[in-house]
């Protein structure tokens, strides 16, 4: 009997994180502006590309402080139980994010998580931009393609599981076996009649894996 691979891809942003990274630098780095830019970007008007780049011509900040900033952000507290889990069953666990890499790999680094994340790489000279490794030029909508990554990382037959909470996952959640959504995610995957479980973390995610047989 051929068992099926589980595959974990979980988003980072207000998933992993507690509180949005590129929310939180807006929020602090950005002038006046950023908020009509961030809704011609949730309106699909324009591309993560263009709204990172965009918002970064308003950004007062360095690197310093931007890594004092991330020292705030604290992870779900039932992230660590959920990937020891996903080590324990032997479940590749990837992060996908439409953010930045220089947040994901301090934040992950900080909490002492060795996990494979594809993201937006975030550049600094004398000012941030970003470049997309990760992007579809055939839509172009999303810096990091998400669902183009899902089918690079998984074989024929394996069961994705995604977790995610945003306008970024909406993409993958029609790619994937299994949602957990919560926010943003949640309500759009119950408008598209997309079958998702609704989670307020991953506490709600690792009692579900660890109830039933998906």
């Not at 988003?11 to 509180?19: A, C, L, Y």
């Not at 990937?83 to 992950?108: A, K, N, T, W």
Request: glycine share 8%; net charge negative; aromatic share 14%.
């Amino acid at each position: 009997m051929q068992v099926t691979k589980k595959v974990m891809f979980v988003d980072f942003d207000g998933t992993i994180t507690q509180r949005d990274t590129c929310t939180a630098m807006v929020e602090t780095f950005a002038g006046e502006g950023w908020l009509q830019i961030n809704e011609l970007w949730e309106k699909r008007e324009i591309s993560t590309e263009e709204c990172a780049n965009m918002t970064f011509q308003l950004f007062h900040a360095t690197l310093a402080d931007l890594s004092k900033l991330l020292d705030t952000i604290q992870i779900d507290e039932g992230f660590s139980d959920f990937v020891d889990f996903c080590r324990e069953q032997g479940y590749p666990v990837y992060v996908l994010s439409d953010g930045y890499d220089f947040c994901i790999d301090y934040i992950l680094k900080k909490f002492k998580f060795n996990l494979p994340y594809y993201a937006n790489h975030l550049v600094y000279e004398n000012g941030f931009r970003i470049s997309c490794n990760y992007i579809n030029r055939n839509c172009g909508l999303c810096g990091t393609c998400k669902r183009s990554l899902i089918e690079s990382l998984t074989d024929t037959g394996s069961q994705v599981i995604y977790v995610g909470d945003g306008i970024s996952d909406t993409c993958p959640a029609r790619r994937s076996s299994q949602v957990f959504a919560k926010g943003r995610l949640f309500e759009f995957c119950r408008s598209e009649g997309i079958p998702a479980i609704p989670i307020s973390g991953f506490a709600d995610v690792l009692k579900y894996l660890t109830l039933h047989s998906i």
